[in-house]
């Protein structure tokens, strides 16, 4: 049986307020995991405040998401 993956990838750097055009929502199939590893379903996913500033090009103490990469974040499967 296969399994969906959902990615949401930065569409563009917001300006200002983030906007729900400056994000995509990108599915596919997950890939099936390889020996010593294992697929979750995701069953809490963490949005916190860091996550804005890794959305800009500034320098901070995070590394900023490209446009085009996958937002990370910690989740509870």
């Given at each position: 049986?296969?399994q969906?993956?959902?990615?949401i990838?930065?569409?563009?750097r917001p ?5 729900t055009s400056d ?12 020996v ?9 996913l963490?949005l916190?405040p860091y996550m804005?500033g890794?959305m800009?090009?500034a320098?901070?103490?995070a590394e900023p998401?490209?446009?085009?990469e996958?937002m ?6």
């Open positions: 049986m296969t969906t993956n959902r990615q990838v930065l569409a563009a300006e200002g307020e983030p906007k994000f995509n929502l990108v599915e596919g199939v997950a890939r099936q995991p390889e010593g590893e294992v697929l979750c379903r995701t069953i809490y963490s916190d804005r890794r800009s090009a320098k901070s103490y998401v490209e446009v085009g996958v990370g974040a910690g989740v509870v499967g």
